[in-house]
């Protein structure tokens, strides 16, 4: 077999941050210096290169225009490479590695995401080890040769995710991440032990990259005593042309007739509605209360056990994609790229 190719794209987070000595923030440094502090990436037999984005950034600057420019970045590479790491911040990385999972399919090669806690110049980071590791797992073929991983993958504190399932879950913690509604796709301890069974296949027949996003999607979470009417601007068709509800347990809201009414305009117009959770497992049953009930009536989508995350940036694709509207709803009932059980 031949060496793995991998190429490591830095974005930048908290990874590749150091501390400015004057002020105590941490900002970006350039990339290049990676090397001296992870040596240990050399002593792999892969054939390991990396480039930067002109501009790395704390992930909360992410736009949709940064998610363009990694597709392009792979799209150019690909024939060229075994594998791909992104550095990213932890604060985006489930809504990077989702939107990837839409806008990159019939993939047949890793697209791994990682990055760290703690930058990877202090003594106890954790960025080494996940840098390490997200670089085996994209190197990582089985007897015929082929990608073991063949998706977006989020690799974090030992345990590999699929992109689309995972969310950040700790500000603080090494385990930043968790998957509630779909185990892992491998856990590294003295062996890397992938769950064969559980790494998604592509059924496309041909590899695609999709640039163009729309940012035309709206985020509603309830809570009680929403003051709906301040609302009114999301629900507005023109502007907004699909609305993700963030819901109560599985998928219930309260009968409040003004939301109601602005629900049913609002879908009458043409807009889209998408009803997910706001807990981080399980999943929406619209009509098992009769407090969704409403929303099976009006054509409201139930999302399943999809995150927000991949909610987000499904519909957002979905959207730029320039299906008719008819296509889209059919597409949000399903699962593209292992999004909802
Ligand atoms: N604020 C940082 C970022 O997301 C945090 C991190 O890297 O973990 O870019």
């Not at 290169?49 to 799209?75: A, G, R």
């Not at 075994?82 to 047949?108: E, K, N, R, Y």
């Not at 703690?118 to 040769?145: C, H, Q, S």
Request: glycine share 8%.
């Amino acid at each position: 077999m031949s060496t793995p190719k991998i190429l490591i794209i830095y974005t930048g987070g908290t990874i590749g941050m150091i501390k400015d000595q004057r002020t105590g923030e941490l900002r970006s440094f350039n990339f290049e210096y990676i090397y001296d502090h992870v040596p240990e990436l050399e002593r792999f037999n892969f054939d390991l290169k990396s480039i930067s984005i002109s501009k790395p950034i704390d992930s909360s600057e992410i736009t949709l225009c940064h998610w363009t420019d990694l597709v392009e970045i792979i799209e150019t590479n690909y024939t060229n490479y075994d594998g791909f790491v992104i550095l990213h911040g932890s604060d985006t990385m489930a809504f990077t590695a989702s939107a990837l999972s839409f806008m990159i399919q019939g993939l047949t090669k890793p697209i791994i995401l990682t990055g760290s806690q703690l930058p990877i110049g202090t003594i106890r980071t954790d960025g080494k080890e996940n840098l390490i590791t997200a670089v085996e797992i994209a190197g990582a073929r089985d007897e015929n040769g082929q990608a073991v991983v063949q998706e977006v993958a989020v690799y974090f504190e030992y345990s590999l995710y699929r992109g689309n399932r995972c969310s950040k879950v700790s500000a603080n913690q090494f385990e930043a991440f968790q998957s509630p509604n779909y185990p892992e796709l491998a856990v590294a301890g003295v062996n890397i032990e992938f769950a064969h069974d559980r790494l998604f296949r592509t059924k496309s027949p041909e590899l695609t990259f999709h640039k163009k996003l729309s940012n035309q999607v709206g985020l509603v979470k309830l809570f009680p005593g929403i003051p709906i009417e301040y609302y009114q601007k999301l629900f507005d068709f023109e502007s907004v042309k699909a609305l993700i509800l963030e819901t109560y347990g599985a998928g219930n809201a309260p009968s409040h007739p003004r939301m109601q009414a602005m629900l049913e305009q609002y879908i009458k117009a043409g807009g889209i509605v998408l009803n997910v959770t706001q807990c981080s497992s399980g999943s929406v049953k619209q009509g098992a209360y009769e407090t969704s009930s409403f929303f099976e009536r009006i054509g409201v989508i139930s999302g399943k056990d999809i995150t927000t995350e991949a909610a987000i940036t499904k519909t957002q694709y979905l959207l730029g994609s320039g299906m008719n509207q008819q296509a889209i709803i059919e597409s949000l009932h399903q699962s593209l790229v292992g999004e909802m059980s």
